[in-house]
């Protein structure tokens, strides 16, 4: 039933009644497609209800008129809120978030590293207002989940970083900035912009569009030229600036993502607008032990991502059926060096929806599953010429990005620079029986489970100390082990990760 709280009494009552969790969309009203995609993103995500909260929030406005003439549209916000998916709506009054003597009220201090940048060095204290009244309303609702927009990035991040610190167990969800028709990011400000003050708005968006094109192709940016060309607009540029787009402090050379994010005012109104820049797509990597989910999880987590599935396990075991085949001596290093030259290993899905693996033209799914393949692989997988072949294979294959790769030297030799990377392990019992049920593996289903344990550890023990590319936890992985969750209790917290490193804005949609 949807249902108008306007009170705390109200809202206490409502929440004492409640059977699910709480999805929240805090907005100060006046609501456009920006906040019914949040409306509605939450409403599919699951089952939870949906509450929207309109509150404009003196506290976070530094500028007087600014709060005097937001825009006020309440019968328009309750019709399209409750048609796109709230289950209710709360309306607090000042004095219900803000009671006279601040009685129960945390003034709280917006994040320093986090505030200093962009908008909050000319909106002196709005960081501080945002997080107060945030901070307010979640101890009121007390969600499961927060939706927020990634039009104001900078805003997402402190909030974040204030879930983090006053440890809330609330799940952050973005979704990206939605744009109108003509390119400019959805705003309830836009409505006092004049045509002609539009149209500059329409000139800065673009311009923001032209530096990220430039930028994939020249993995560089000139600031002073954009603003040279935006001043004979006569577009007055508040900042314009090129950060790390999670800590907000000057981009690297290094950083793969980064943010360019301005603001500019159009007569009276004050607009932001910014774009991620990205030299290629982001990319997950995935190391860890056999037995550890690894493939089904990341086949899982590429279907779920549309990423692509880079399986390197299988190169190095259709390289080992190969020279095996065709009887190579591969210890001799010439003979190996003369073999390697006509390798070609490529993936191909099936009609299962699968991915098939062909070496020199061979469709070796099957094979290369074998024990035969399984008790040589470490083996052919330590030779150093072997290595650097099929490393360079790999980072071909992930050049331009867009892709989840497991392996075992993924996050270590491969993509060290991937945007996510995890070490996924189980302990050797789990490991043997999830072995010994492997529908795909006959072999392993025939040997018993004591025999599993210690072709297991031989294994790891042959992996972690090979003296190339060694099987270890690489600099910066989150390791999960997997012991008792379900894959999707695995997948969704990868995804959860991922989510959490990357901006929804440049994932694969
Ligand atoms: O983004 C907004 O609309 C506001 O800053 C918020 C999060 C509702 C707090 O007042």
Redesign the pocket.
């Known amino acids: 039933m949807q249902k108008i709280i306007k009170s705390l009494e109200e809202l206490e009552n409502w929440r004492s009644n409640l059977k699910s969790d709480i999805n929240f969309i ?3 009203g006046n609501l456009h497609n920006g906040h019914i995609k949040l409306i509605s993103t939450a409403k599919k995500d699951n089952f939870n209800i949906n509450l929207v ?1 309109i ?3 003196p506290l ?1 406005f530094d500028n007087k008129s600014d709060l005097v003439n937001y825009p006020k549209t309440i019968e328009n916000d309750l019709k399209s809120s409750f048609s796109n998916g709230a289950d209710a709506i709360f309306i607090p009054s000042t004095e219900d978030i803000y009671p006279p003597n601040n009685k129960n009220i945390t003034f709280i201090k917006a994040s320093v590293e986090l505030s200093s940048a962009l908008c909050g060095l000319n909106r002196i204290g709005h960081f501080d ?2 997080c107060t ?2 901070y307010r309303l979640l101890n009121l609702i007390k969600p499961k989940n927060l939706y ?2 990634e039009k ?1 990035w900078q ?1 997402l991040l402190i ?1 974040k970083n204030l879930v983090t610190t006053k440890k809330f167990n609330i799940a952050i969800k973005s979704i990206p900035t939605v744009r109108d028709s003509d390119g400019i990011p959805l705003s ?1 400000r836009n409505i006092h912009l004049s045509k002609s003050e539009r149209k500059l708005m329409r000139f800065f968006s673009n311009e923001l569009l032209i530096a990220k094109k430039i930028f994939k192709q020249e993995e560089k940016i000139n600031i002073k030229k954009i603003i040279k060309k935006l001043s004979a607009e006569k577009i007055s540029v508040e900042y314009l600036e090129h950060l790390h787009p999670y800590t907000l402090q000057h981009a690297g050379v290094e950083d793969n993502i980064s943010i360019l994010a301005g603001a500019i005012r159009c007569g009276e109104t004050r607009l932001i607008d910014h774009v991620f820049l990205m030299k290629r797509s982001p990319i997950i990597a995935i190391d860890g032990p056999a037995g550890s989910g690894k493939s089904t999880v990341t086949k899982l987590i590429a279907k779920k991502l549309k990423l692509l599935y880079l399986d390197t396990g299988a190169m190095y075991r259709a390289l080992s059926w190969l020279l095996i085949k065709e009887n190579i001596d591969y210890e001799n290093e010439k003979k190996l060096q003369n073999t390697l030259k006509n390798v070609s290993i490529v993936f191909k899905s099936n009609t299962n929806s699968n991915q098939d693996v062909f070496i020199n033209n061979y469709c070796v799914t099957e094979e290369i599953r074998s024990q035969e393949i399984s008790s040589i692989v470490s083996q052919i997988s330590s030779i150093k010429e072997v290595r650097q072949f099929l490393v360079e294979e790999q980072r071909k294959i992930g050049k331009s990005g867009g892709l989840v790769a497991e392996g075992r030297d993924i996050g270590t030799t491969v993509f060290p620079d991937a945007e996510l990377k995890i070490f996924l392990t189980a302990s050797i019992d789990e490991r043997a029986k999830r072995r010994k049920s492997d529908t795909k593996s006959k072999d392993s289903r025939e040997i018993d489970l004591i025999k599993l344990k210690e072709l297991i550890k031989k294994r790891d023990l042959e992996d972690s100390n090979r003296e190339i590319s060694p099987l270890i936890k690489a600099h910066g992985a989150i390791e999960i082990i997997t012991d008792g969750y379900s894959i999707n209790e695995v997948v969704d917290k990868i995804i959860n990760l991922y989510n959490n490193n990357v901006p929804k804005e440049i994932q694969i949609q």
Do not use: E, R, W
């Open positions: 805090p907005t100060m909260s509150f404009i929030n976070q207002g945002v009244v945030v927020l927009g104001d805003q909030l309830s």
